[in-house]
């Protein structure tokens, strides 16, 4: 791994750093080797935290442990940075594009085009698996790939349409993948890190943590030029990554359903938003046709 690069790993796995702060050391220092020489009083001058957190960040960046749990790391699955070649062209482009990827499968579909982006509710209706073959069908016939997020509900219907029509899908993770969740999910998330991808910012010792799944919500979007919402409730998370998708200045999509079902209330309100209705997979063809994003 080039020193850079190990260095990237390295100051995300420092507690009292996040994402903004090593960017802040990247725009001073684009080597990342000055604030190793850095003493406890230069990096409170620098970053202004609490003594504590300074302390933990300086005893990290001085780790041997760290450095060699991340070489361990390495050698056992993929580790991709933002400088990395194989890092997804359209991810780049997002405001706040994951610094490091944990990849594990398939590493050509980083960059496959055109990805669809597909979210939705974990208490989906009866109809929601028609929705998603339906739509799906014809779509991986025109060899596009389907990005989810691995959770209960649509999600696991979107890899699994994926997997039975021979296509091809990501899975981007909000944990590391010496993890399952749901532990229902065993069998498919290692079908996909066998013969698809799965794709982390985190470490493959991390945990599940609540934050981390709306965090990884911005992953989904920003991989594919635009989100499809099969079902989402009039309270739901899907609005998470139809607001970031939005932000990134990608398409959303959204399938309506019947005004009385509760699982496609939301979809109503994101319409009525400015989202695309999607009536069949012709509609996202055109779409794809006419996008402007360049990838």
């Known amino acids: 791994m080039p020193e850079k690069e190990l260095r990237l790993f390295h100051l995300l796995r420092v507690r009292g750093l996040g994402r903004r702060r090593i960017r802040q050391l990247l725009r001073i220092d684009p080597q990342l080797t000055s604030i190793y020489q850095l003493s406890v009083n230069e990096l409170q001058t620098l970053l202004k935290l609490p003594s504590p957190t300074i302390d933990k960040i300086h005893n990290d960046l001085h780790s041997s442990q760290i450095i060699s749990s991340i070489k361990y790391d390495y050698s056992q699955t993929n580790m991709i940075s933002i400088y ?3 890092y997804p ?3 780049k482009m997002i405001p706040d594009p994951p610094l490091c990827l944990y990849a594990k499968g398939n590493l ?9 982006s597909v979210v939705g509710t ?3 209706s009866q109809e929601a698996e028609r929705k998603v073959q339906y739509l799906f069908k014809p779509l991986i016939q025109h060899d596009w790939l389907i990005v989810s997020g691995m ?4 999600d696991k219907l979107s890899h699994q349409a994926a997997l039975a029509y021979n296509g091809k899908t990501i899975a981007v993770l909000g944990f590391g993948f010496h993890h399952i969740y749901p532990k229902e999910n065993i069998h498919i998330m290692n079908t996909i890190g066998r013969n698809h991808l799965l794709l982390s910012e985190y470490p493959p010792h991390t945990k599940p943590k609540p934050w981390h799944f709306p965090e990884r919500n ?6 594919s030029f635009g989100s499809l919402i099969i079902e989402a409730k009039e309270k739901s998370g899907t609005f998470i990554t139809a607001e970031q998708a939005l932000e990134q200045g990608r398409e959303v999509f959204v399938v309506p ?5 509760p699982q496609t209330k939301g979809c109503h309100l994101l319409i009525q938003e400015g989202a695309t209705l999607i009536y069949d997979s012709t509609d996202l063809i055109q779409a794809w046709k006419t996008t402007k994003i360049s990838v």
């Open 257 to 261: 359903g019947s005004i009385l079902s």
């Open 122 to 124: 974990r208490a989906h």
């Open 84 to 86: 990395n070649p194989l």
């Open 151 to 154: 959770a209960k509900g649509i």
């Open 89 to 91: 062209q359209l991810l």
């Open 218 to 223: 911005r992953i989904i979007s920003g991989l």
């Open 108 to 116: 050509d579909y980083l960059n496959h085009e055109p990805k669809l």
